[in-house]
């Protein structure tokens, strides 16, 4: 290492090095990059609704053909996707990268449902509330409230008591 580059890392420890993980600490904060929200999305920002009450680890979103609203205390695995877009198969080149809805496709995913690790959502679909998709499933077609799909498509494999 050059003298020049190691009175620089020198000068950047202490005082420096506190205030930037100070700084980066306040924007993880403001951002919410925590446990209970990782994702990454795709598409107009605003269509994306999730309470404060949700957590949402390492998923995927796409809003690019309608919105996706998450319920209250919904939570999901890890690696989740939640894609609205699709695009017409009739079309080739830049025309079917291009071609696709831009509404009519929205996901709703109601209140405490949880979406196990690798669930693949594809809109436009309803999750009932409470509702559980176990993991590696793919959802295309609407979910009743309080039962257990599973599977690649998803089915009913199991109807939950209400008993709170």
């Known amino acids: 290492m050059r003298l020049l580059d190691r009175v620089i890392a020198r000068v950047l420890r202490g005082p420096v090095e506190a205030l930037v993980a100070q ?22 920002r605003s269509r994306l609704h999730i309470p404060d009450t949700a957590v ?3 998923a995927l979103f796409n809003m690019s053909g309608g919105t996706i609203t998450l319920g ?7 690696d989740v ?15 079917r990268q291009l071609g ?16 196990a690790s690798h669930v693949l959502v594809l809109g436009p679909v309803t999750i009932g509330e409470h509702a ?3 993991a590696g499933s793919l959802v295309r ?9 599973a599977g690649r498509p998803a089915k009913v494999i199991k109807t939950i008591a209400r008993t709170a």
Do not use: M
């Open 23 to 44: 700084k980066v600490a306040e924007q993880v904060a403001e951002l919410k990059l925590d446990a209970l929200y990782s994702y990454r999305w795709h598409g107009d």
């Open 56 to 58: 949402v680890n390492n």
């Open 72 to 78: 209250e205390y919904a939570f999901f695995g890890h």
């Open 81 to 95: 996707a939640v894609l609205t877009g699709t695009h017409d198969i009739e079309l080739f080149g830049r025309d």
């Open 100 to 115: 696709f809805p831009r509404s009519g496709r929205d996901v709703v995913i109601g209140d405490g449902v949880w979406l």
């Open 132 to 134: 559980v998709v176990a």
């Open 141 to 149: 077609e609407d979910v009743e409230p309080y039962t257990v799909v």
